[in-house]
Nanobody, 122 residues
Framework: HVQLVESGGGSVQTGGSLRLSCSISGYSYTSGCMGWFRQAPGEEREGVAV????????YYSDSVKGRFTISQDNAKNTLYPQMNSLKPEDTALYYC????????????????WGQGTQVTVS
């Protein structure tokens, strides 16, 4: 039974930082791709950052490049984004997702999803 559980969301002021966590269980995620996605009210879900767990190669959307860092702790089966210099436009429900294919930013590519954690920047 695949399970992805996000935590660590909350409210922060502009310029602040947050670190989310995604606990992964039920499947061997290291052979595929894991990522963070977000969805603001009235907007489509968009890719933020993705990583190949097998070798750590990462990709970021232009909107977060230089501010967010995606990482993993394979011993803990956990995925993180460190989010710095947060802006009001980063406000969204953040999801982690995983799949067995190659990395890309298309949400439709990923079959496994968490329930999301809210990030609000004001």
């Amino acid at each position: 039974h695949v399970q992805l559980v996000e935590s660590g969301g909350g409210s922060v002021q502009t310029g602040g930082s947050l670190r989310l966590s995604c606990s992964i269980s039920g499947y061997s995620y290291t052979s595929g791709c894991m990522g963070w996605f977000r969805q603001a009210p009235g907007e489509e879900r968009e890719g933020v950052a993705v990583i190949y767990p097998a070798h750590g190669t990462t990709y970021y959307s232009d909107s977060v490049k230089g501010r967010f860092t995606i990482s993993q702790d394979n011993a803990k089966n956990t995925l993180y984004p460190q989010m710095n210099s947060l802006k009001p436009e980063d406000t969204a429900l953040y999801y982690c997702a995983g799949g067995n294919g190659y990395c890309n930013m298309r949400p439709s590519w990923y079959p496994n999803w968490g329930q999301g954690t809210q990030v609000t920047v004001s």
